[in-house]
């Protein structure tokens, strides 16, 4: 009887330890299971909207009232595309210290237009600028230019007679 106790507590002592390195082998070996992975290959480029004008200066000279001088063929501006995307291009012009930009001359106000096709002497294809955007140009490629011509007309009379500043600006826009 001894001895069937005895061999009955080593079999239960077996089976406990059998046990204890089941339970141990499954919490560190953990449950092994299939597994298959796959890659996606992803890339980005930041968007760069810029523009240049070349040669970027225009100098009408000294102009007497109520005339009018134009950048045609001598002077053409060229804008170009330095982003890398299509662009927009738009344009303004602004009043300068003493004389305001509009539609028409009159007293200390000077009319400023440019062209971009047909820009012939006398002008007619000239669209007067204003002090807000405008399109200048659609869909300019990266790498692209669209070429313009200015037309200033000067007040028909003025209280000042210093020279003035009547720059444009080209803006580039994603669209």
């Known amino acids: 009887m001894k001895m069937k106790k005895l061999f009955s507590i080593k079999l239960k002592g077996l089976f406990l330890i059998s046990l204890s390195l089941i339970i141990v082998s499954t919490i560190f070996v953990g449950v092994v299971k299939a597994a298959s992975t ?4 992803a890339t980005v480029t930041v968007q760069n909207i810029s523009v240049t004008v070349t040669d970027g200066t225009v100098a009408y ?10 950048t045609n063929p001598a002077d053409t501006q060229t804008a170009t ?3 890398n995307i299509t662009e927009n291009f738009n344009i303004l012009g602004q009043n300068s210290a003493n004389w305001t930009l509009g539609a028409a001359a009159g007293a200390n106000t000077y009319v400023h237009k440019f062209c971009t096709a047909t820009c012939t ?3 007619t294809n000239y669209t007067a600028l204003t002090t807000s955007y405008q399109t200048l ?4 490629a990266a790498s692209g230019t669209q070429t313009f011509d200015l037309e200033i007309s000067t007040p028909t009379s003025s ?3 210093t020279a003035q500043s009547v720059d444009i600006t080209v803006q580039a826009v994603a669209p």
């Open 38 to 41: 796959a890659s996606v290959t």
């Open 61 to 70: 000279g000294t102009l007497a009232t109520s005339v009018s001088a134009d």
């Open 81 to 83: 595309n330095n982003g």
């Open 121 to 123: 002497t006398p002008p």
């Open 137 to 140: 140009a659609t869909s300019v």
């Open 159 to 161: 209280t000042n007679y």
